[in-house]
């Protein structure tokens, strides 16, 4: 079962992925999708959100406060075991074929994801018959690797080394489907097929800015939970509008079209995608999440980034504006 809330350019599914889009998208429908999934899936899985939303760990390690300030948690993928791991691959089967029915030819697939299991995600999203067309670099300092072996300090010799590097950018796997002839043809069948340039001058290029989601993003979400003031918590995996901007704009060749994040969160791809004046759909299962996005959406829509300023952008509100205004 879900439930639906449709507001003018997005609508916003609370419900399972895996049930809404069989039961509401007709078979090559979507032009574009954008999506922060579960990236090891186990730490979506209700006991884990839960352990999350107590601070109690589990997968979910809560990093040490610095400065007097709290950090948000990070899941550990290192923990992982071998059930998880099949989950995870049925996970990612299921979400690809899913994927290829949906989308419109040619319509490419944003999935962001980390070092540790993106390899076992593109497995699947090959096995489903989409094609591979990159890997976006987006860079980001996290807290993750570095670490010095457990116990390092009874060892002065061990204080030198860590396990893992210290990770500094964030894996976003770029796939399409594939389309038949040539792409100016399917341009005009689908609208679908390359990715918008950022200006004549430059195209859209697989290295993404520095993009730390800002403190004001952040409060926004924060403020949407529907608990009570102390429970109170932003989504711990909110993406930047600058970034979500920047990939929404990447997504619509011609500007034309419909983004689906099904797994939305707190609803950042649907705010992104709104933003620049494109339709969206987004899909939530946790039902605090969902209501998070619902609240935050508008909010985060109207902070400023420097995407929409563009004058690809403004020329195109505008135009759909002065549509509006006739319909
Ligand atoms: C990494 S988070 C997305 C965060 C989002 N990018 C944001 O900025 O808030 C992944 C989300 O997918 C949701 N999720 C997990 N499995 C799902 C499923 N089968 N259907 C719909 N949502 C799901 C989780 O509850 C979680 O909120």
């Known amino acids: 079962m879900s439930e639906m809330t449709q507001t003018m350019g997005y609508e916003l599914y609370q419900g399972n992925s895996f049930g809404v889009l069989p039961e509401e998208f007709e078979d090559n429908s979507v032009h574009a999708i954008v999506t922060d999934p579960p990236y090891g899936v ?24 610095l400065d007097g300030n709290k950090r948000k948690p990070l899941p550990r993928f290192t923990t992982l075991t071998a059930d998880d791991k099949d989950k995870l691959r049925n996970f990612f089967e299921t979400f690809g074929e899913a994927v290829e029915r949906v989308l419109r030819p040619g319509g490419h697939v944003f999935l962001a994801t980390t070092q540790l299991l993106m390899h076992e995600v593109s497995k699947q999203l090959d096995a489903a018959g989409l094609e591979r ?6 860079e980001t300092k996290t807290l993750r690797g570095g670490d010095r072996p457990k116990g390092a300090h009874d060892h002065p010799e061990y204080q030198n080394v860590s396990s893992m590097p210290r990770v500094y950018w964030e894996p976003w796997l770029l796939y399409r489907k594939p389309f038949d002839g040539r792409l100016d043809d399917n341009l005009s069948e689908w609208q679908t097929g390359g990715l918008r340039r950022e200006s004549d001058d430059r195209p859209f290029t ?20 529907p608990g009570d003031e102390e429970e109170r918590v932003a989504h711990p995996n909110l993406k930047p509008q600058k970034l979500m901007r920047e990939l929404c704009h990447a997504a619509l060749p011609l500007r034309e079209g419909t983004i689906l994040d099904p797994f939305m969160g707190s609803g950042s791809t649907v705010a992104a995608a709104h933003a620049l004046g494109y339709d969206a759909v987004g899909i939530e299962l946790d039902e605090t999440f969902y209501q998070m996005a619902e609240e935050a959406i508008p909010e985060l829509t109207k902070v400023p980034t420097e995407i929409e300023q563009r004058d690809d952008v403004t020329a195109h509100r505008t135009e759909s504006q002065s549509l509006s205004d006739f319909s």
């Open 133 to 138: 067309r990159d890997v976006l670099v987006r």
């Open 206 to 225: 697989d290295l993404l800015g520095n993009g730390k989601t800002p403190k004001e993003e952040t409060e926004i979400v924060k403020d949407a939970h």
């Open 42 to 65: 186990v730490e979506f899985e209700t006991a884990n959100v839960e352990k999350m939303r107590e601070g109690t760990g589990g997968v979910w390690r809560i990093p040490p406060e």
